[in-house]
């Protein structure tokens, strides 16, 4: 596979994952993620989720989907536009987790980049919000 055609898959169309080992537990980084703040982050301003499959949303700046899965503790997927967002959190031992998010469907590389650019920075975001003290 040439590096032109680097994020596109057969069955999901371009797509982009950015994932972070961060400090904190599984535990605190999915609260975090799955609450108001977390969601504002990564989600837009204005979202809240049910956790119901099948259950819409919609952000302040007018982005509308679905919630698609939605395991506590573990991920959370919803779509985004035309697209699909997926965000899990793991072990990844010494207390420590991995953060991932990911997106898939979009529309060619142009998109996968700025969107790359996009998740980074909410991924720094996140980072730096868990280690600001309560």
């Known amino acids: ?41 990564w989600l837009g301003a204005g979202a809240r989720l049910t956790g119901e499959p099948g259950s819409p949303y919609e952000t302040d700046a007018g982005i509308a989907g679905e919630v698609r899965g939605y395991r506590p503790g ?13 965000v899990a959190v793991s072990a990844a031992g010494g207390g420590r987790s991995v953060l991932v998010f990911h997106q898939e469907g979009m529309a060619g590389p142009e998109e996968r980049e700025r969107q790359r650019a996009h998740w980074q920075r909410v991924m720094d975001q996140v980072a730096e919000e868990l280690d600001r003290p309560a």
């Open 1 to 41: 596979m040439s590096a032109r055609s680097t994020g596109l898959t057969k069955d999901a169309g371009w797509q982009v994952g950015v994932s972070r080992t961060l400090p904190q537990s599984p535990a605190t980084v999915w609260e975090f993620i799955s609450g108001p703040r977390g969601l504002e982050l």
């Open 74 to 86: 573990d991920r959370i997927r919803v779509t985004y536009g035309d697209t699909t967002v997926q």
